[in-house]
């Protein structure tokens, strides 16, 4: 038996906000949470000047001080946008089966920060004189091994590492756990903290980072003068259910997945496949598993991460699967957060969700010049009131990862 799955409940934290209905609220608005790096994060001799920084996080909402020092920063994160989506989700964990709620949490990295403090005791101090913690604090599946010990959940505990697809990817994944009856209810999404020397000087290398030292044409997705991405910090935890968990409990349903498509391109270490094959197929495989047509989605936020070749191949891919004429309406809201790399799927899937709720459509913004090779709907500057019944997220990973989810209106 196949079962329909629902989104019950969100919870973020990102740098629009730290709450989901004020990063909503600023998203809708166009507000930019790019800002300058602090003197200390920047990396000297290297030309960077801008990040998507989490602004005002209180951890102690759900840790104590003595609780965070034995946690890295994307763990702190994935637990309090978990506890955040479980309090809107109105979800009693001791009135549920815990042996039945799963957990699939990704992150692109884990906890760079950890590795380089720690390699630099090393260094300075001898082997020594490194944290007991290290591993434990640094490895990439404890945003889910913790968001478990913090919420109880007893069942599937697994972290998918998919690069900047992992977030979409989990979310896919405890979509399919929950369709095939394995699980009732998953804390599912992603979670990311990476503004760190060593990430910078990482990306820098790679040449991927944009250099602009003015936040608002920093990230600029389909704007012929972008020129890398911006690093992104935050997570991103959605609550997803068999619908006939979430009609037993009275949850209130905010929309429904109805499609999931992952593909492989095969094809280089950092660059997605310049034809769009890849991600035209996990479109197309997402689609058809929602059992609709291409033209029936109104809404897609795009991976839109502001380099050359993401940008054009995502288009490219696009026209693929929806045809060369196709007026649906897209928008790459990493021109407002920067890229949260593993957890940019978890915060964009909550994008398309407020969409199909609200009926509106985020902007692009900071869009200035056209590019005639990216020549799609990009809702350039200010978002747009419409009707949106299916809404659709892409993730696209290095190393050829590709993810889409589509989500359909709750009507109850």
Aim: proline content about 2%.
């Amino acid at each position: 038996m196949e079962h329909r799955v629902v989104v019950t409940g969100m919870g973020l934290v990102s740098p629009l906000g730290n709450e989901v209905e004020t990063f909503w609220n600023n998203i809708k608005e166009g507000v930019c949470g790019i800002s300058l790096l602090s003197e200390e994060q920047k990396v000297e001799g290297l030309n960077i000047h801008v990040a998507g920084i989490v602004k005002e996080f209180e951890a102690e909402r759900y840790m104590n001080r003595k609780e965070q020092k034995r946690l890295a920063k994307f763990s702190q994160y994935a637990i309090y946008a978990a506890k955040e989506a479980l309090k809107d989700a109105n979800v009693d964990m001791e009135k549920m089966d815990t042996t039945r709620v799963g957990v699939i949490i990704g992150s692109g990295i884990g906890s760079l920060q950890g590795t380089f403090e720690e390699s630099i005791k090393l260094k300075e101090k001898g082997g020594k004189r490194v944290s007991p913690l290290y591993i434990p604090m640094t490895i990439a599946n404890m945003a889910a091994g913790n968001v478990a010990i913090y919420t109880g959940a007893k069942g599937v505990c697994t972290a998918i590492v998919t690069a900047c697809a992992s977030g979409t990817h989990s979310i896919g994944e405890a979509y399919r756990n929950l369709k095939h009856g394995y699980s009732d209810m998953i804390i599912a999404g992603g979670s990311e903290s990476c503004i760190t020397h060593i990430a910078i000087a990482g990306f820098n290398g790679l040449t991927a980072l944009s250099k602009s030292k003015d936040p608002m044409r920093a990230s600029i997705p389909f704007d012929k003068e972008r020129n890398g991405f911006i690093l992104g910090e935050g997570a991103g935890i959605l609550i997803l259910e068999t619908l006939e968990n979430a009609m037993a409990r009275g949850a209130n349903i905010i929309a429904e997945i109805v499609g999931y498509g992952a593909t492989g391109d095969a094809y280089h270490i950092t660059s997605p496949s310049l034809d769009g094959d890849g991600a035209a197929r996990a479109m197309r495989e997402a689609i058809e598993e929602a059992n609709i047509t291409p033209n029936q989605i109104d809404y897609i936020n795009a991976h839109g991460t502001s380099t050359h070749y993401n940008d054009l191949s995502e288009t490219i891919a696009i026209k693929k699967v929806l045809g060369e004429d196709t007026k649906v309406a897209i928008s790459s809201t990493k021109s407002m957060t920067g890229h949260l790399l593993g957890a940019a799927g978890g915060i964009e899937a909550i994008v398309i969700a407020k969409a199909l709720q609200d009926d509106f459509v985020p902007a692009t913004i900071g869009y200035k010049v056209p590019d005639e090779e990216c020549d799609l709907d990009y809702v350039p500057n200010e978002g747009r009131s419409m009707k949106v019944e299916y809404a659709m997220s892409n993730s696209l990973g290095f190393g050829g990862h590709n993810g889409t989810i589509v989500m359909k209106k709750w009507r109850g």
